[in-house]
């Protein structure tokens, strides 16, 4: 009766330590994501904010309106690296970094 007591109750030791290390780990890889999630809309951000410095000086050179500089540009990206063309906005971006803070 003690050996199966005893084997009951180091079962539910064992147990207990899984569900708390499982735990523990979802945890940390949330924070993780959060963080990432954090860094990747400042970038977003930062990024958006480079695109309108170098859209206004392309513009003075080429004679083009800001806004034609930028479409040409983002289809550049879109077509030639196969990326999604780029529409976030420094806005979208922060709600999102807000969300995830």
Do not use: W
Request: proline share 1%.
């Amino acid at each position: 009766m003690e050996i199966t007591s005893g084997v009951f109750a180091l079962c539910g030791a064992i147990i207990g330590g899984l569900f708390t290390c499982l735990a523990t780990k979802i945890g940390n890889d949330k924070e993780r994501a959060n963080k990432n999630i954090r860094i990747l809309c400042d970038q977003v951000s930062a990024y958006h904010k480079l695109e309108e410095y170098y859209k206004a000086e392309v513009s003075k050179l080429n004679n083009k309106t800001e806004k034609t500089v930028m479409e040409e540009m983002r289809s550049k990206v879109q077509e030639i690296e196969s990326f999604e063309r780029p529409t976030m906005t420094v806005n979208q971006a922060n709600k999102i970094k807000t969300k995830y803070s």
